[in-house]
């Protein structure tokens, strides 16, 4: 028995064999572009850390881990940060104007490539995470990469949604900052004048892109629902279920932000 794919085919009338086919040639080299990326970004961190930082020599063999794979998110975030934003604002592609498409059935060969090389991404830091468990993150990461797989990889397939996925990836703008928290912590810059900056950057960024991106992200499903409904399945009962999970870990994690920012501030407050 042949199967099914539990979306309609987005090139026409071919089997789903056929398309299965396409989408290995037509997708897997943006997904193997992103794996080796994260690949020379790992070696090229801890090649850069050794020569400009004296104490990554010192940092144990889990720190130095996860001191790379933070390299390699940092590097994501940048990435699909500046993709989304071109794709979402500066390209006439999600504009209502633009296309007689319907915008939620928009695609191109270059958001196909940014999604694909996301892939990549999520399913290298995945593997890491769990072959290093809980060290590199815990389920709530887990989690987080999960959905973000399924959401990005069931995009790909069906040709639909591309604009919420590229939404969410341009939260990752608050990634580099959350990274660089961590880097002053080891190198014992808790204290630093840079630290509390920092910390007042991740608040202001999340408040921006994880918590009013999202207000924005739930009134435009909301305008667009009849589109929406009229999307696959799949595809519809997933906008309804992954958004209000995502929703709900960045308020937590905004919470846990918030009260690290005000304990920071009244420590340095304390100790001038």
């Known amino acids: 028995m042949e199967f099914v794919f539990p979306f309609p085919l ?29 690949v020379i970004v790992y070696r090229l961190t801890a090649c850069a850390s050794s020569l400009l930082f004296k104490g990554y020599g010192k940092l144990t063999g889990a720190r130095k881990i ?50 694909g090389i996301s892939t990549g991404y999520f399913l290298t830091d995945l593997a890491m995470i769990l072959w290093k468990f809980p060290v590199l993150g815990g389920l709530e990461y887990v989690l987080h990469h999960g959905l973000s797989l399924f959401s990005i990889i069931l995009s790909l397939l069906s040709g639909q949604g591309q604009i919420y996925v590229l939404m969410i990836l341009l939260s990752e703008i608050t990634t580099p900052f959350v990274n660089l928290r961590w880097y002053l912590d080891v190198a014992g810059l808790k204290n630093s004048k840079l630290y509390i900056a920092n910390g007042i950057a991740i608040f202001l960024g999340f408040l921006i892109a994880r ?62």
């Open 211 to 272: 918590i009013s991106l999202f207000i924005v992200f739930i009134v435009h499903l909301w305008i667009h629902f009849d589109e929406i409904r009229g999307i696959c399945a799949l595809g519809f009962y997933s906008l309804i279920g992954v958004v209000p999970v995502l929703a709900i870990m960045n308020i937590l994690w905004f919470w846990k932000i918030t009260k690290g920012l005000l304990k920071t501030i009244s420590k340095a407050n304390h100790r001038n």
């Open 66 to 115: 996860e001191w790379n794979n933070r390299g390699i998110s940092t590097f994501h975030a940048l990435f699909v940060t500046f993709s989304s934003f071109y794709l979402l604002i500066m390209s006439d592609m999600f504009n209502e104007y633009s296309y007689d498409e319907p915008i939620l059935n928009r695609s191109s060969d270059l958001s196909d490539t940014v999604l």
């Open 10 to 38: 987005p090139i026409g009338s071919i089997s789903s064999g056929e398309y299965a086919f396409w989408v290995i040639y037509q997708h897997c080299p943006a997904v193997l572009a992103g794996i080796l990326l994260c």
